[in-house]
């Protein structure tokens, strides 16, 4: 049997406002935690119920030297970018963007989505690109809802969604350039998983819904809470106490660390300041691009 990883910290998520005004639970970078090698972020947008016309995104900004990762719960997004992309987010559909040596990126809500109203859920992850990724080209990976491998458990009371890596049979689709996981498991009450992680990653889960026991302490903790787990195991539990009312729904991510520096400013992640201060300049002489609105 391999050993199950114990429990080293819980952060709670902070609420804050991101782009436009639209409010989102950060778990880190906070006071607390700045990262978690190789995520650089996690925001969890809403869940907010927006009334006609008052839907709220991230107008026009710049990326550089890392991927962003936004995964739809409900409400619809419209993206478009510098390089001549764009296309719309719906409920379930994944966007992997590796903003590389940069781009211009706006992620506003759909159209149709700000003139009706409606419940806006959703969750961005920010994985770090190693150095000898900093400056590749721009790519993006669409994945629609219907193009996500989903697993089950033997006893059908445990599903997944496979964004990264391979869980309950399901192996992921996207390719990643670091090394990660990243399952979103549906646990209805009494279910329980064990997930094979590499002994080297990082790995911590995040409830987006319910209470969730984790870890060899089988510890109760609920929704917008981060947990990180210690580096002594090859396998992470999860389960949904027996009398739970709903079922749970819990991120599991995890990545082999990178172990480079990380100096960080807004929207740019590089390895030292001099690099920081030349994405500042190409920046500002329009060397990423603009989107043609």
């Given at each position: 049997m391999s050993a199950v990883?114990?429990?080293?910290?819980?952060?709670?998520?902070?609420?804050?406002?991101?782009?436009?005004?639209?409010?989102?639970?950060?778990?880190?970078?906070?006071?607390?935690?700045?990262?978690?090698?190789?995520?650089?972020?996690?925001?969890?947008?809403?869940?907010?119920?927006?009334?006609?016309?008052?839907?709220?995104?991230?107008?026009?900004?710049?990326?550089?030297?890392?991927?962003?990762?936004?995964?739809m719960l409900a409400g619809r997004f419209g993206h478009k970018d510098s390089a001549g992309h764009s296309g719309t987010l719906n409920p379930g559909d994944v966007q992997w963007m590796t903003a590389g040596a940069g781009v211009i990126h706006s992620e506003m809500p759909d159209p149709e989505f700000t003139r009706t109203g409606g419940r806006m859920h959703g969750l961005q992850l920010w994985v770090n690109l190693p150095a000898s990724d900093k400056?590749?080209?721009?790519?993006?990976q669409e994945m629609p809802h219907a193009g996500i491998p989903q697993g089950r458990?033997?006893?059908?009371?445990?599903?997944?969604?496979?964004?990264?890596?391979?869980?309950?049979?399901?192996?992921?689709?996207?390719?990643?350039?670091?090394?990660?996981?990243?399952?979103?498991?549906?646990?209805?009450?009494?279910?329980?998983?064990?997930?094979?992680?590499?002994?080297?990653?990082?790995?911590?889960?995040y409830g987006v819904s319910g209470t969730a026991r984790y870890g060899t302490e089988g510890e109760a903790i609920g929704a917008q809470q981060m947990v990180a787990f210690a580096g002594d195991g090859e396998t992470v539990t999860i389960a949904a106490p027996a009398d739970a009312t709903e079922p749970v729904e819990v991120l599991l991510i995890g990545g082999l660390p990178l172990n480079e520096p990380v100096v960080r400013y807004g929207p740019f992640v590089m390895n030292t300041e001099q690099e920081i201060r030349q994405a500042v300049l190409d920046y500002q002489a329009g060397r990423m691009g603009r989107i043609s609105h």
């Open positions: 990883r114990s429990i080293a910290h819980v952060f709670p998520a902070v609420r804050t406002t991101e782009g436009g005004g639209f409010v989102v639970h950060r778990p880190f970078p906070t006071r607390q935690l700045m990262d978690f090698d190789p995520f650089l972020l996690l925001d969890e947008m809403g869940p907010t119920d927006y009334a006609p016309g008052a839907a709220k995104g991230a107008p026009d900004h710049p990326h550089r030297g890392f991927e962003t990762v936004t995964y400056m590749i080209a721009p790519r993006y458990s033997a006893d059908g009371k445990a599903t997944v969604k496979v964004i990264a890596g391979e869980s309950l049979g399901a192996k992921a689709a996207i390719e990643t350039r670091t090394p990660i996981l990243y399952l979103h498991f549906t646990l209805a009450p009494g279910a329980r998983v064990e997930q094979p992680v590499p002994p080297a990653w990082n790995v911590f889960a």
